[in-house]
């Protein structure tokens, strides 16, 4: 079984939808991230949490929020949906090693499209 | 602030040939991380390597083989013998532990044609 999954892989919704993308881990790691990548930009963070209490923005946080319901759960919201929040989206997880090196592993990536 | 430039946006190679993938980044920080991830055309992220600033020494891993060079803050990335399924974007990226982020670069996407 895949040690960061999500759900759901593909979605379809219209503009002012609330859309829920969730995200589970078996890796038992605390730090978990949302990216979002879009062609030619590569992947930008939206949130992180690097425990289940702590919640942080990242560079392109406006019109998302997050939930961290547990360790192994991180979910991103899109209050009202638009079309150029059209992306691929990512979840993935890391546990810092002495020096916090970050290695980041990802979910499968969720397919959303806005009309 | 830190930053990583992936100037090849696009590479061709027939298959066989090798390949390098570039990979520059800006930092202050005296201890980093740099990272190469593979997305395939499935789409997944998949790891490749970790290296530590303090690290300078040359890795290969099979066909895959990386070099770092602090003095022209270059994390290069190469493959040997390319194959068809190699073909995927290449990111590379950079984690400064006092930012506890990570940034990726735009991604090289590389096709090996047959």
């Known amino acids: 079984d895949a040690d960061v999954t999500q759900t759901p892989r593909n979605r379809i919704t219209k503009t002012g939808k609330r859309i829920m993308l969730e995200c589970s881990q078996t890796?038992?790691?605390?730090?978990m991230y949302w990216y979002r990548q879009d062609p030619g930009l590569g992947l930008r963070l939206i949130y992180y949490?690097?425990?289940?209490?702590?919640?942080n923005k990242g560079e392109i946080s406006d019109g998302y929020s997050v939930s961290r319901q547990a360790q192994a759960k991180f979910s991103l919201s899109l209050e009202s949906a638009i079309p150029n929040q059209t992306a691929l989206y990512f979840c993935?997880?890391?546990?810092?090693?002495?020096?916090?090196?970050?290695?980041?592993?990802f979910g499968p990536g969720t397919r959303l499209t806005v009309l | 602030a830190q930053k990583v430039t992936q100037a090849q946006t696009e590479i061709s190679v027939v298959e066989k040939e090798d390949v390098t993938l570039d990979c520059v980044y800006e930092?202050?920080?005296?201890?980093?991380?740099l990272f190469w991830y593979k997305q395939p055309p499935s789409g997944e992220l998949v790891f490749l390597i970790r290296?530590?600033?303090?690290?300078?020494q040359n890795e290969i891993s099979g066909r895959y083989s990386w070099n770092f060079q602090k003095s022209t803050s270059s994390f290069n990335f190469t493959i040997t013998a390319s194959q068809v399924v190699d073909s995927a974007v290449y990111f590379c990226?950079?984690?400064?532990?006092?930012?506890?982020?990570?940034?990726f670069g735009t991604g090289t996407k590389l096709q090996v044609i047959p």
């Open positions: 993935a997880t890391s546990e810092p090693l002495a020096g916090n090196t970050d290695t980041q592993y």
């Open positions: 890796k038992g790691h605390d730090r």
């Open positions: 949490s690097f425990d289940v209490k702590d919640i």
């Open positions: 930092t202050r920080d005296t201890t980093y991380y």
């Open positions: 290296r530590n600033s303090f690290d300078e």
């Open positions: 990226a950079l984690s400064e532990p006092g930012i506890q982020k990570v940034t």
